[in-house]
């Protein structure tokens, strides 16, 4: 490993290698059998700081860069993609959208819920609108000072777990003009008009509620406007800005359950033997496992460079470009590593009593949720030709 991490990030990756090690990766076959929110990992998670980590100190977060977050989450990823997975959404996502375009109050609300170990959940996708996210119908139509919601989400990460929601839907003025798409809160038990629908039974990540959210006649006053309805383009930047960090999040729980695997699977070569010998020894392998850790370490740098840059205008939120390419490959690559691993395992990599047939379940999501590698190649293709790729009928537009 020839990234250079500080003195004080080299810290942090000690010490959540500890925790994954010894509290998390223990209890994570039980975690996906159960398919239940897994609390005692949230609660450890909390009392080691490893939530509200990127909030500001100013707000009694930790104050950390998204890089610290990453080493974190890749660590619990290793051994568990569920806790992976919650630590990118105590620390990326909507906590961050909320710390960069919400007002004081919203922040100090927000950060009090992440540093309690509230996920935050982000409500974009529709049953019709998935990567077409600007085509949502959930509409948020003004009522004196504030807002009503109808519509319905789906696929939302956290789904009856998650206290606090952050909804994006298409504004209406009172006169029933589109001013463009608004960010609202929405709180479980305390926001009226705010409910859950069935939840999806997924191939992996069991642990997690994936989750129809529901909005009834939902009132939302003006404390819980996040972004405001200032104009199309704007509204739904600033909503695709703030998905970067996830999106960086969500490569490294693919990056951490792929080294996992490696990391399995170069033990399990040198102890079993065939043919009189360690498969280690069998040059078909020792291939595979080259060719996988040239991956993991391309995913690696990746990745940690994206997380360190930003985007432009002063964006507080990782490159977009820089986010979408560690994403495509981080994701497309770790599947391929958890997938060779379980190969070198033979049939007991198939069994349910082997870690990998989970991970193998656990990692095939990340081409998929938080943007799909083929709406990112697209992001990456309009930063190197330098144009708008609009991907409605009317073709290739210059940018501007
Ligand atoms: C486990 C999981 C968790 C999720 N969590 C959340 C969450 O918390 N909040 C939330 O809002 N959403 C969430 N999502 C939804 C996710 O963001 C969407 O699934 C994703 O954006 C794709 O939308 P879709 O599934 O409707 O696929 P579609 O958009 O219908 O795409 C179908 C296929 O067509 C391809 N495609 C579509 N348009 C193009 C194009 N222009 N060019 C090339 N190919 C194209 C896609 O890549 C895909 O292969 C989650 C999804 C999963 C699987």
């Known amino acids: ?72 989450v890749q660590e619990m990823a290793k051994v568990c993609g569920v806790t992976g997975r919650i630590t990118v959404e105590c620390n990326m996502g909507a906590i961050s959208a909320v710390m960069a375009y919400g007002s004081d109050i919203q922040r100090k609300m927000a950060a009090e819920m992440v540093l309690g170990g509230d996920k935050p959940a982000i409500c974009i996708t529709e049953p019709e609108a998935g990567s077409a996210a600007s085509e949502m119908t959930t ?126 699977a170069l033990d399990f070569v040198k102890e079993r033997e065939q043919f009189g010998r360690p498969i280690a020894e069998f040059q078909g392998l020792q291939w595979m496992l080259a060719d996988m850790s040239v991956q993991l370490e391309a995913a690696r740098s990746l990745t940690y460079r994206a997380a360190q840059s930003r985007g432009p205008n002063n964006s507080p939120f990782p490159d977009p470009a820089l986010a979408a390419q560690a994403k495509i490959f981080t994701a497309e690559a770790s599947i391929r590593v958890v997938n060779d691993a379980l190969q070198i395992f033979g049939a007991a990599g198939y069994s349910r009593r082997n870690p990998l047939e989970r991970m193998y379940r656990d990692v095939r999501m990340f081409t998929i949720g938080g943007g799909t590698a083929q709406i990112l190649r697209s992001v990456v293709a309009s930063r190197i030709l330098d144009m708008r790729v609009p991907q409605t009928r009317g073709g290739w537009l210059p940018k501007g």
């Open 139 to 264: 509409r948020a139509d003004r009522k004196g000072d504030g807002y009503v919601l109808n519509g319905k989400k789906h696929w939302i990460t956290g789904g009856g777990v998650s206290r606090l929601h952050l909804v994006f839907a298409r504004v209406f003025d009172e006169q029933g003009n589109e001013e463009g798409i608004g960010g609202f809160l929405a709180i479980r038990d305390e926001t009226e008009g705010l409910f859950f629908g069935l939840r999806e039974p997924t191939m992996g990540l069991r642990a997690i509620p994936e989750r129809e959210v529901l909005f009834n006649d939902m009132y939302v006053g003006p404390d819980m406007v996040v972004l405001p309805p200032s104009g199309f383009k704007r509204g739904f930047a600033d909503l695709m800005n703030a998905y970067n960090s996830q999106r960086v999040g969500a490569g490294t729980v693919g990056l951490g359950l792929a080294t996992g695997a490696y990391e399995l």
């Open 1 to 72: 490993m020839t990234w250079q991490l500080t003195d004080d990030q080299l810290d942090i990756q000690a010490r959540a290698r500890e925790l994954a090690t010894e509290v998390i990766g223990p209890r994570a076959a039980d975690v996906d059998m159960a398919e239940e929110y897994p609390w005692d990992n949230v609660d450890a998670l909390r009392d080691a700081g490893f939530t509200g980590m990127t909030v500001p100190t100013e707000f009694g977060g930790g104050g950390h860069s998204f890089l610290d977050a990453v080493l974190v």
